[in-house]
């Protein structure tokens, strides 16, 4: 019998990516709340995995404890075998919201060049190998034709494509995304997930991917982590998104269904609640 929070395994599983990030035990307590609780699991080098959850499930709480922007009250975080620490050359990072203003005199170029010096005071000074190194990246994540426009301009899908290659040009092991989904239409949504499914691949990084919907990423999602009640289980999307599986995390009984080919979580009200955020939150999903 499956437990909460417990690794589901299958047969996959024994052809193991080289381990870049490993979650062991991570409790996490905000104002007398538990947000998160012995959360533990592995990201391997090459793979994507879909951070998942419901809102207010603790996913970005999580990110910030791996980036060490959060402590935890139990539990390890580490980065290709080592302790993580803040600043971490190892992980790149897209946050939630980045609001750009249109009249931000800053080109698409730029701001992906800041992911190379941009913690650094002063002016960078400008070099054929710093401006070969920004070209490459545009070029990789498909920005090339609006790499000289100004980035407050562009639409939200070129903007994440930038964001992406800015946290990327310093080639780290790690990726972390914060529901970079959220604001996107379906199709550019849609892109971004297959760009970070082929670069996860191209370049041997480990995406971690927070999305509170989570069937965009069924395609090319290798694992999933998924949240809810603080709790995780994590392993092959097939094996973690089932009724047994969600209703021990969730404490209540849960129902998967299947509708024209995409996945709908039904949860029931939950013992002395009426269950509506949990019940909203996933019905999305089939819309």
């Known amino acids: 019998m499956r437990q909460a929070g ?14 870049v990030l490993r979650v062991a035990g991570v409790s996490v307590s905000l104002a007398g709340r538990q947000v998160l609780d012995d959360v533990s699991f592995t990201v391997g080098a090459g793979q994507f ?14 990110l910030r404890v791996i980036l060490g922007l959060q402590r935890a009250t139990a539990g390890t975080v580490s980065v290709l075998g080592q302790p993580r620490s803040r600043r971490n050359p190892s992980i790149g990072y897209v946050p939630q919201k980045v609001l750009l203003d249109p009249d931000l005199p800053m080109r698409a ?8 010096d941009g913690h650094r005071f002063g002016m960078p000074l400008p070099s054929r ?4 190194a920004v070209s490459e990246m545009l070029h990789a994540v498909d920005a090339d034709r609006f790499a000289d426009a100004g980035v407050g301009n562009l639409s939200g899908g070129e903007q994440q494509r930038v964001l992406i290659a800015h946290a990327l040009i310093s080639r780290p092991r790690l990726l972390l995304l914060d529901e970079p989904l959220a604001n996107l239409d379906l199709r550019s949504g849609q892109e971004v997930v297959s760009l970070l499914a082929r670069l ?34 994590s392993g092959p999307a097939d094996q973690v998104i089932q009724a047994d599986v969600l209703s021990r995390l969730y404490g209540h009984h849960v129902d998967v269904v299947h509708v024209h080919g995409r996945v709908l979580v039904v949860a029931d009200a939950a013992p002395g609640g009426d ?13």
């Open 6 to 19: 417990e690794t589901v395994t299958g047969p996959e599983a024994s052809v193991a990516a080289p381990e």
């Open 49 to 62: 995995t879909g951070l998942i959850g419901p809102n207010g499930a603790g996913k970005t709480t999580l």
């Open 109 to 116: 170029r730029d701001l992906v060049a800041l992911g190379i």
């Open 129 to 132: 190998a710093r401006r070969q």
């Open 200 to 233: 996860a691949t191209e370049q041997q990084v480990a995406v971690l991917l927070s999305a509170h919907e989570m069937n965009p990423l069924l395609p090319v999602m290798d694992r999933v982590v998924y949240l809810a009640a603080g709790r995780a289980a």
């Open 275 to 287: 269950g509506a955020d949990l019940t909203a939150s996933h019905a999305a999903e089939a819309g």
